[in-house]
């Protein structure tokens, strides 16, 4: 196992990026709210359809002080949809190339996020969720990611007229979330998941803010209604954290699990965004929102850089005025001074502020042009390394040998 342990603890170690010292605990004893936006993608943020705005809740907060927007950021999941976005951002590893983790290594050790917070800051941790506990075998996995309290549908009083397509409404969800937080003891984590924009993207005509859009493809055209539903739901429930007095000591890292909109509606988003779905737009669509929020803090900042899921646990961290220990982390700290754009795909596909490589092809991330393939093999042959590393993390079951590890008794 030390062996094993050797070429990967080396490799993370050689592409390490010193975290931000002058943001080191800067949100230090603060709640910490993580909402985790469903199937919403980057596209719809500050984007209108017929002169409405599709996030306008979204588009506002993005230009408050305190909020830092990262507008190339990448969802990174596989076939574990939700779940691999959770996975991702706890752990800092990759999901799997198939299946899901949250099914096949739930009862791997896990340094994550939420175990560090505990363990580290004794944070009080907590999860949202308005569906089956079971689902997507959360119940078990939770247990390793180290959640205090997984609120599901048991604690949600949830009925025909508050129900939509995959469970309760979001706005229904958040606002009977208030009373439970309310609860909690403090400083708390407290990670949100929203349900309603989900496909196929279901909603009653009165929940309308912004009408279908009038495609041939109904998928598309519904996406912006329950998009639109869901920013509303956020908006008030900012407002409700506010009166509960839930806001001023918190922080919110708000971002998007992963695409809605596959690549089997890509007429329909052609005409949307007015150019041809080619493999280089694809990729790009796979950008999801990410938006850091500090209450009472006063700069406004857009981050263009490329980034992705796996830097949100080290960006946390640092933030928090935790030090890693020893540590297997595949991503690092956003807001590093030192920080790479090299975003890795769980298909592989690679994109940096340069580049866009994907399947054999390669181009030029500013423009879209395609260029010799050749180009970005260092790229895709780093790629396939780490995704590989990451993976074999998680068959072995890795991280419980790394304390023994780095005392020298196993090396
Ligand atoms: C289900 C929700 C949706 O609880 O998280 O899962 P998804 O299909 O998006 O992975
Ligand atoms: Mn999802």
Known sequence: DSDKLTEIVNYVNANKEKPNEDLFGKAKGKNLFLISLESTQDFVVNREIDGQEITPFLNQLIKEKGSYYFSNFYHQTGQGKTSDSEFIVENSLYGLP????????????????????????GYYTSVFHANNKSF???????????????FSDLDYWITEENSIGWGLKDDHFFTQSIPHLKQLPQPFMAKFITLTNHFPFSLSQQDEIIPEWNSK???????????????????????QLKAAGLYENSIFVIYGDHYG???????????????????????????????????????????????????????????MG???????????????EEKKDNVIMRDGSVVTNTYVATG?????KETGQEIPS?????????????????????????????????EGTDK
């Open 374 to 406: 050749a180009e970005c093999m260092p790229l895709l042959l780093k790629a396939k390394k780490e995704l590989s590393y990451s993976d074999r993390v998680i068959y072995g079951d890795l991280l419980k040998f790394l304390p023994s590890y780095y």
């Open 98 to 121: 198939r299946g899901a983790v949250f099914f096949s290594n739930p009862q791997n050790k896990y340094q994550s996020l939420t175990n560090y917070l505990k363990d580290e800051k």
């Open 322 to 336: 935790i030090s890693e220990k020893s540590d297997i982390q595949f991503g690092s700290d956003l807001f590093s």
């Open 136 to 150: 997507w075998n959360r119940d078990v996995m939770y247990e390793a990611i180290g959640y205090d309290r997984f």
């Open 261 to 319: 909109i596959s690549d089997n509606h890509n007429t329909a988003m052609s005409q949307f965004l007015n150019t041809t779905i080619t493999p280089y737009e694809y990729i790009e669509l796979q950008k999801v929102p990410l938006i850091f929020h500090f209450p009472k803090s006063h700069e406004t900042k857009t981050i263009t850089s490329v980034t992705g899921q796996i830097d949100l646990k080290p960006t946390i961290l640092n933030l």
């Open 217 to 239: 493809d109904g998928t598309v055209n519904r996406y912006f209604t329950t998009v639109s539903y869901q920013d509303a739901a956020l908006r008030k429930f900012f407002e």
């Open 360 to 364: 054999n092809k390669c181009y030029l």
